[in-house]
């Protein structure tokens, strides 16, 4: 089997500011390998908080040698394999974990939600982001460009929390999930917002403390009137079983668990020890969003709003109708690059 790679840009529909950083782009890794004539599609996103680069994605790719397997199709010992070149390079593992499974179904004539036994008319809605904007003019010409979606999904965590809530419960009465990713850094106060969050029609709130403050967030669940969802401290599956008590479920992202094996294992596992799921992405295209569509009936809730974040999406895969994800057709992950 042959693996081809290269680097593609990703254009922001929307300058991306964090504080004093902005960027109008993000780096990905678009993968293809291809046997018999078929090729499947796969893809690394690479936003810079995550660690993985452009340059330590080629070369991790560069010493990924696929004509090594006589059988690639078996990606569970592919995978195994290839964990070992180098630890990290998340995304560029899921990028070949993708293009595997693409690869994979086409061969055999079958999409992965049919492989799983899964309803594609059980996609969940998706949330559409609101990054922290101190501006509430923007905050609110945002919220009303998310028309069409059913859930927000709220990004605090920082000095005027409650002023962002308002101001959005001004332009709609949409259930809202919240996100602070790591934001809040005293249990005490946390309670004191999640409960107020509680009785303005939020349904979740994610990573409210450091990944490290274990205690203090199973303090914090003990008392929460609110789901709590962990998403940096559960990376991969080995990670599950110390979210089990303390959290009341995962995010799982194909760029943080190197793929779609990995994360229908997480899938399983984190059902077996009674905790939700959501699953979500990064910015990415309809490629690894089609990916983790396959996945998505078997999920909570779904954050898979990456590929209406660009404006240079290069394939044609799942789409989002009035907020509901909507299984691509097509066998594998069910992309084709746009003509
Ligand atoms: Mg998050």
């Known amino acids: 089997m042959q693996l081809r790679f290269h680097p593609y840009t990703l254009q ?26 078929i090729v499947g599609y796969g ?18 790719l560069s010493q990924t040698d696929l004509s090594k397997y006589e059988y690639p199709a078996a990606f569970d010992d592919v995978l195994k394999d290839i964990d070992t070149i180098a630890s990290g390079n998340h995304a560029a593992k899921a990028a070949i974990d993708i293009a595997l499974h693409d690869w994979l179904g086409k061969k055999g004539g079958f999409a992965w939600y049919q492989a799983w036994g899964l309803d594609p008319s059980n996609t969940p809605l998706t949330t559409f982001t609101i990054g922290i904007e101190s501006n509430n003019d923007i905050l609110r010409q945002k919220v009303r460009e998310a028309d069409t ?7 605090l965590g920082s000095e005027n929390d409650r002023d962002i809530v308002r101001t959005i419960r001004e332009v709609t009465d949409k259930p809202l999930r919240v996100d602070v990713n790591q934001g809040w850094k005293k249990k005490e106060k946390s309670l004191e917002m999640i409960e107020w969050l509680s009785t303005q029609g939020v349904e979740l709130v994610e990573q409210p403390l450091p990944k490290e403050m274990i205690d203090d967030q199973a303090w914090l669940k003990e008392r929460s009137p609110l789901p709590i969802i962990a998403d940096e401290a559960v990376v991969r599956l080995s990670d599950i079983g110390e979210a089990v008590g303390i959290y009341d479920g ?46 998505s009936p078997l999920a909570d809730y779904a954050d898979l709003d990456g590929a209406s974040l660009i404006t240079n999406d290069p394939f044609v895969g799942a789409t989002i109708h009035e907020g509901k994800l909507i299984m691509p057709a097509g066998f594998g992950i069910g992309v084709s690059p746009k003509q």
């Not at 979606?149 to 990004?155: A, D, G, M, Q, W």
């Open 43 to 60: 893809e690394a996103a690479m936003p810079p908080y995550l660690g993985d680069t452009l340059e330590s994605a080629t070369s991790f």
């Open 12 to 37: 922001l529909r929307h300058t991306f500011t964090v504080s004093t950083y902005s960027r109008t782009t993000t780096p990905a890794m678009m993968v293809e390998v291809e046997e018999d004539g």
């Open 250 to 295: 995962i995010n799982i992202k194909l760029m943080k668990c190197t793929g779609m094996h990995e994360a229908y294992k997480m899938i399983l596992l984190a059902r077996a020890f009674n905790l939700r799921v959501m699953l979500g992405c990064m910015t990415e295209t309809s490629c690894a969003i089609s990916a983790a569509t396959q996945l």
């Open 149 to 155: 979606f059913k859930v927000l999904k709220v990004k």
